[in-house]
């Protein structure tokens, strides 16, 4: 079988569904699958990649908001009658329409992953942008998920929202869950090595963000929550990492008023950034929304409990297992946790623990989740 991955772009900093594609690609190798990815981008990002994507073909610059590309096209009617099948990341771009159009020309099925991109939080923040949204699926987007062979969801929570949205009565779909290999990286950690480097974490328990700086985060819930809790500046420390847009990240840093117990990074990757998840005592994510949340599962593969939203789409997986805890998004309910926290005591944490690692590896452990998927991807030949 020869499978062919179609994305808007392969930048690291954008998010989750390139981090799934370097997930699904460890198995593709193991399974010995023919894979390769088409980006509708004109950069290979291997700098930070390295060897965790397949092939990558790019095909020129991205125009305007909708990120045409008129090289795309052209690419996929030379080269699409190599490959059995497609698999489309994300949807509201021009790649969704050059596959469609293609696809259907040479009769190659493609299946859709929609990454949360259907989400009811745009309705509430983002009036005019989810109106237009509302336009284009009628008259463009719903043709492209009709012809899919199906679209594939990550949670029932994310399809069942995706459906209180959108008319999806005719699109096929699927929960195909999702899964990642965790963290490999416990023999390579050294924590004195790590305080030598960051002396302002010795002596304190860390709360650890790392994902995208994002609004939708709520990230400044987490700052403001944290700068509130006095008696925490002497116990804890605060560390945010990830890619962000300038105008973003000096908001959140003007909340924190360049306090000396709030560290930043830029986004980090490989051993790095699981050093971070193994120092770390709580693992924070008051989101409005979130499709999955992968720094969590990687928190989790790192046996560290977590603090999510109710608004994280597994999160009652979480407080079924007792991983951590679930709070709203808000200051209020979130600064409740933190006291919470603070008064626990080692046997406890060391049970959050088990429960957290235990969790993924029952959960979100990747091998089943990929036997899942490519079981469904062949069943639909």
């Not at 002596?203 to 700068?227: A, N, V």
């Not at 847009?245 to 003007?254: A, E, F, G, H, T």
């Not at 406890?348 to 089943?368: G, I, M, P, V």
């Amino acid at each position: 079988m020869k499978i062919l991955h179609v994305i808007d772009t392969t930048n690291p900093q954008s998010g989750g569904p390139v981090e799934g594609l370097k997930q699904l690609f460890s198995h593709y190798k193991k399974k010995n699958i023919f894979v390769e990815i088409l980006s509708s981008d004109n950069k290979i990002y291997s700098k930070n990649l390295r060897n965790e994507l397949p092939k990558i073909h790019t095909v020129g610059r991205q125009l305007f908001f909708f990120k045409y590309n008129p090289q795309l096209k052209a690419w996929l009617k030379e080269n699409l009658k190599k490959y059995n099948l497609i698999v489309v990341h994300g949807i509201w771009l021009y790649h969704n329409f050059a596959v469609m159009n293609v696809a259907k020309k040479f009769n190659i099925p493609y299946f859709v992953f929609i990454h949360g991109a259907m989400s009811p939080w745009l309705n509430k923040f983002f009036t005019w942008k989810y109106i237009k949204k509302k336009i284009f699926y009628f008259f463009f987007q719903k043709k492209f998920l009709l012809n899919a062979k199906s679209i594939l969801f990550t949670t029932f929570v994310e399809m069942e929202n995706a459906k209180k949205e959108f008319d999806l009565r005719r699109v096929k779909k699927k929960i195909v869950g999702y899964g990642i290999l965790g963290n490999q990286h416990f023999k390579k950690f050294s924590k004195k090595k790590l305080l030598g480097k960051f002396p302002q974490f010795n002596g304190k328990k860390i709360l650890l963000y790392l994902g995208r700086i994002h609004e939708i985060k709520g990230l400044d819930i987490l700052i403001k929550s944290f700068l509130n809790m006095h008696n925490y500046h002497n116990n804890y420390h605060l560390v945010i990492a990830g890619p962000s847009n300038k105008k973003y990240l000096s908001y959140l840093k003007s909340l924190s008023n360049e306090n000396e117990n709030i560290t930043w990074f830029k986004d980090i990757y490989g051993q790095k950034k699981w050093d971070l998840f193994n120092v770390c005592d709580f693992f924070c994510q008051p989101s409005h929304h979130e499709n999955f949340g992968i720094g969590i599962v990687e928190a989790l593969s790192s046996k560290k409990p977590v603090i999510i939203s109710n608004k994280v789409n597994i999160y009652k997986t979480i407080k079924k297992y007792k991983a951590g805890f679930v709070v709203n998004d808000n200051q209020n309910s979130f600064e409740k946790i933190l006291k919470k926290i603070d008064s626990i005591n080692n046997e406890t944490y060391k049970k959050l623990s088990r429960s957290a690692y235990k969790c993924f590896l029952d959960e979100f452990q990747s091998e089943n989740y990929f036997n899942n998927y490519f079981k469904y991807l062949k069943s639909n030949l």
